[in-house]
């Protein structure tokens, strides 16, 4: 039963993907061997499937788009540190919420960098997608505080930059 489970899921995600979106530039059956290394095969597919882009992307635009919404998620999730470092009073809370600043920050930088590297076709050499991933559970470890808020901002830019991963793990794969 067990060796069946993978190939259910593929096939399911394939029967998904060809009902809900017959045509696409990059084949069904690709997101399906994409999204399937991935932690959550089918968040990974809604994320991309999720951005109109996807439709007519190939696989070097579908890497930009992966790499483009893993850089608005960093970029919201910033924004809502900023706002929580400047509406909190608490000095703990503040120095936490401020490390974070810091770290998304950084993380967006990479992005950017993540970004370059796929314009140039050098997907193989993408590292800063797996840096910003723990730079955003470095962040939500640095917290003295458990919210629901903050681990969904956690979770969301993960999953974004795992999709990514996978995404650019793939086209240096079929480019070998």
């Known amino acids: 039963m067990a060796s069946y489970t993978p190939r259910l899921l593929a096939l399911t995600l394939l029967v998904a993907f060809s009902v809900i ?12 061997a994409i999204c399937s290394k991935t932690y959550n095969p089918i968040l990974c597919a809604s994320i991309l499937r999720g951005d109109p882009r996807t439709s007519s992307a ?38 936490g919420f401020n490390s974070c600043v810091e770290l998304y920050q950084l993380m967006e930088d990479n992005l950017d960098k993540a970004y370059h590297r796929s314009e140039g076709g050098d997907y193989r050499n993408i590292t800063e997608l797996v840096q910003s991933s723990n730079q955003a559970v470095e962040c ?10 903050i681990d969904a901002l956690t979770r969301a830019v993960v999953s974004k930059c795992e999709t990514s991963v996978s995404v ?6 079929s480019k070998a």
Do not use: G
């Not at 790499?67 to 009073?89: K, R, Y």
């Open 140 to 149: 939500a470890s640095a917290l003295a505080i458990n919210l629901v808020t």
């Open 168 to 173: 650019n793990q793939y086209i240096a794969r």
């Open 58 to 95: 190939d696989l070097p635009e579908l890497s930009l788009v992966s790499i483009n919404l893993t850089i608005e998620q960093a970029a919201n999730n910033s924004q809502v540190f900023v706002e929580f470092h400047d509406n909190t009073t608490d000095p703990a809370l503040k120095k």
């Open 21 to 32: 979106h017959p045509s696409s530039s990059v084949p069904n059956e690709t997101l399906v």
